[in-house]
């Protein structure tokens, strides 16, 4: 199996293939510079791993939660790759992706995903690695205020991402002796997009090209006009 | 030679293929305006949203329509600007990724330059030298057009779009939004005599609009008049006075445009160019004036994807394509594009 990642969520933009070893990737903080960027890094890792287009067999890309735009440009650029090619998508959460990262470097088996999403909110996702090594969430992904993030029971947790700083001082108040430490220069990376993906795509969860499409958490994104009444007077 | 082309820029998703000897083999269009209409205004986040799950559907539907498989396409062409940039982003991801995959090579398009050459389209086909009128949600150009891809603009609107008037003067007149289609089909009843609007700008020499005062002047007559028992009539004869005057104006301009460059040739582009009365208007003026008017029909008048991949496939046979990324632009100068190659 060969499979090419792609991740532009956030400011970081990142790609990475994965055949089985390890994951060959690309990695750079550059806000707004996705477009430019991405397929250039995917040509220059083909060319690096020996790969031709034709060869690969599915496209993972960071689904969400994230920045509206970079959501729909990695929707959009494996749309139309997984519909050139003729090939599966995998969408993946880059909650997940920001936890699967946060413990394949730091080691722990429970980390809490938090991503800053403006407006005083969070993208918040609690993770745990299971025996047989696979990421289980704990609870539904949130887009919410710090203070209504809902935590999840046990001890030992990890914080992962941005809002980690921004958010670090309430988040680390409620979580109390629970919380072991936390990163929030992490963001999620295509490197676990792909360590992800691959047993999805392996046990047949690949999905339509047309399929490949943002969860963006946050929904109530503008407010209808009330409609003033047709006559006036 | 054989393209698709995409259009997301605004809030309609459209997709064609144009082949450079058959013509156009297909076309579809997703039109977000139903959805826009409970806010008043396109919501550019809500375009966006929408232009990604429809866009792959509709290239489906095109490449079937056609019965055209990857091995006869060419190229991808797909609207960069100018236009709302979250919804730009999805033609250009979606499009130039599929030309990735393919090997392929893809152009960006000016979107005006769709319109502009959106006539090309019809046959008889427009030849250049001609002016051309574009009348659109947010422009109002008189451009020269020595040949395809070098445009002169010679004239301007100073503050409102001719559409955007429409548009403003038909949610005065408690039309759903975008309202100038339907505010069309109101003036239709509407007394001619009754008021008599302004024709800005057209005192002084020179190809400059302003539409912002119409749209004023509707709502002071409607203000005025609102004490009047009957409020259906009032409605259709400030639609009709607005029409009026808003036609007379353009054909005031155009007359000057073409006596101005020596040109004979008048082509029609943008969403107001459906407009019936501003149509029979101008086939009549560009009669009077020893020459001819051109229109694409009224599909291709507003946003479409066929005037994308006609303009793609022009650009591509002159050698052009894009390497690298995919970027887009909310503003961009339509004189800052070169002429076209002949292909
Ligand atoms: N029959 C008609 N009469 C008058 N106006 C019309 C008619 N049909 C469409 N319009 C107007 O045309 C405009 C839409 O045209 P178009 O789709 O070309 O503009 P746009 O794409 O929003 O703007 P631009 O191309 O300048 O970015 C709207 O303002 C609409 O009300
Ligand atoms: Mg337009």
């Known amino acids: 199996m060969k499979l090419l990642a792609i991740d532009t969520s956030t400011i970081a933009c990142s790609a990475a293939l994965f055949d089985g070893g390890d994951p060959r990737e690309r990695f750079e903080i550059a806000p707004r510079e996705h477009a430019d960027l991405l397929l250039p890094m995917v040509d220059a890792l083909l060319a690096e791993a020996g790969w031709s287009r034709e060869q690969i067999d599915v496209i993972a890309f960071g689904r969400g939660p994230g920045a509206f735009t970079g959501l729909r440009i990695a929707a959009g650029v494996a749309q139309g790759i997984a519909f050139g090619l003729d090939i599966p998508v995998v969408p993946v959460s880059t909650l997940a992706a920001l936890a699967h990262g946060a413990m394949r470097e730091g080691g722990g088996t429970r980390v809490l995903a938090a991503m800053d999403a403006r407006m005083r909110e969070i993208y918040w996702g609690a993770y745990e690695l299971e025996g047989g090594g696979r990421l289980v969430a704990r609870g539904a992904e949130q887009v919410c205020a710090p203070m209504d993030a809902r935590l999840p029971v046990g001890e030992g947790w990890f914080g992962a991402g941005d809002a980690w700083d921004v958010y670090g001082d309430i988040l680390r108040l409620r979580l109390g002796p629970r919380l072991a430490g936390w990163d929030a220069g992490r963001y999620p990376r295509a490197r676990d997009i792909a360590l992800l993906a691959a047993p999805v795509y392996m046990e047949g969860g690949g999905l339509p090209p047309e399929q490949a499409l943002p969860v963006y958490l946050r929904d109530n994104v503008a407010q209808p006009k009330k409609r003033k009444p047709s006559a006036p007077e | ?343």
Request: aromatic share 6%.
């Open chain 2, 1 to 343: 030679m054989r393209v698709i082309g995409l259009e997301t820029s605004c809030d309609e998703s459209g997709v064609a293929i144009y082949d450079a000897r058959e013509g156009l083999l297909a076309q579809r269009l997703h039109s977000q305006s139903r959805m826009h209409a409970e806010y008043a205004g396109v919501v550019p986040e809500l375009a966006s949203r929408d232009h990604v799950r429809r866009i792959l559907p509709l290239v489906t539907e095109v490449m079937r329509e056609a019965g055209t498989g990857w091995g006869q396409i060419d190229g991808i062409a797909y609207t960069a600007g100018p236009g709302l940039v979250g919804a730009l982003l999805v033609g250009a991801s979606v499009g130039r990724s599929l030309a990735w995959s393919r090997g392929l090579p893809a152009v960006p398009v000016h979107h005006l330059e769709g319109h502009l050459l959106a006539a090309l389209l019809e046959r008889p086909a427009p030849v250049c030298p001609f002016v051309a009128l574009l009348v659109s949600g947010g422009h109002t150009l008189l451009v020269k057009v020595e040949r395809a891809g070098r445009y002169e603009i010679i004239g301007e609107t100073l503050d409102d779009a001719v559409g955007e008037a429409f548009d403003k003067t038909a949610t005065l007149l408690d039309l759903p939004y975008p309202g100038g289609p339907a505010l069309e089909q109101l003036a239709r009843a509407g007394d001619p005599a009754r008021f008599s609007f302004p024709r800005p700008m057209v005192d002084r020499p020179g190809l400059e609009f302003s539409f912002s005062g119409l749209k004023t002047f509707a709502a002071n007559t409607l203000l005025g008049y609102r004490h009047a028992s009957d409020r259906d009539r009032l409605r259709a004869d400030v639609a009709r006075a607005f029409q009026d005057a808003v036609v007379d104006t353009l054909a005031i301009k155009c007359r000057r445009a073409l006596r101005a460059t020596r040109l004979s040739r008048l082509v029609v582009a943008g969403g107001v160019g459906a407009n019936r009365a501003l149509r029979q208007r101008l086939t009549e003026l560009a009669r009077e004036e020893g020459g001819e008017a051109f229109f694409p029909r009224a599909e291709f008048c507003t946003d479409n994807g066929a005037m994308i991949a006609f303009a793609g496939c022009l650009r591509l046979q002159g050698g052009e394509w894009t390497r690298g990324g995919f970027d887009v632009r909310a503003r961009w100068p339509l004189d800052a594009l070169q002429a076209i190659a002949p292909g």
